[in-house]
Nanobody, 122 residues
Framework: QVQLVESGGGLVQAGGSLRLSCAASGITFSSTAMGWFRQAPGKERAFIAAISWSGGTTYADSVKGRFTISRDNAKNMVYLQMNSLKPEDTAVYYC????????????????WGQGTQVTVSS
């Protein structure tokens, strides 16, 4: 079974930083595109960042220059470094995976984690 487990969420003040981690299992991680989404109350789940198996990345405009996605294939881990956090970044953050392409991860990923809450106070 495929499992994605997020960690690192919590409460942070505006302007602060947080790093989210996602541990993947049950997949050939090195050939899997990974991504991060977020969902605020009353809003649709939105794509924020993705990384291909070869390390190429893509970001939503809302987080460009502030968030960085990375991966460690030796550890089957993907990370989201979040800097200059804003109250509007408050949401449940989800790790996602897709064995197809990075584009697939940005739209309809095959697998999802359980989510981790990030709250940014003003």
């Amino acid at each position: 079974q495929v499992q994605l487990v997020e960690s690192g969420g919590g409460l942070v003040q505006a302007g602060g930083s947080l790093r989210l981690s996602c541990a993947a299992s049950g997949i050939t991680f090195s050939s899997t595109a990974m991504g991060w989404f977020r969902q605020a109350p009353g809003k649709e789940r939105a794509f924020i960042a993705a990384i291909s198996w070869s390390g190429g990345t893509t970001y939503a405009d809302s987080v460009k220059g502030r968030f960085t996605i990375s991966r460690d294939n030796a550890k089957n881990m993907v990370y989201l470094q979040m800097n200059s956090l804003k109250p509007e970044d408050t949401a449940v953050y989800y790790c996602a995976a897709d064995r197809r392409t990075i584009r697939a991860v940005t739209t309809t990923p095959n697998y999802w984690g359980q989510g981790t809450q990030v709250t940014v106070s003003s």
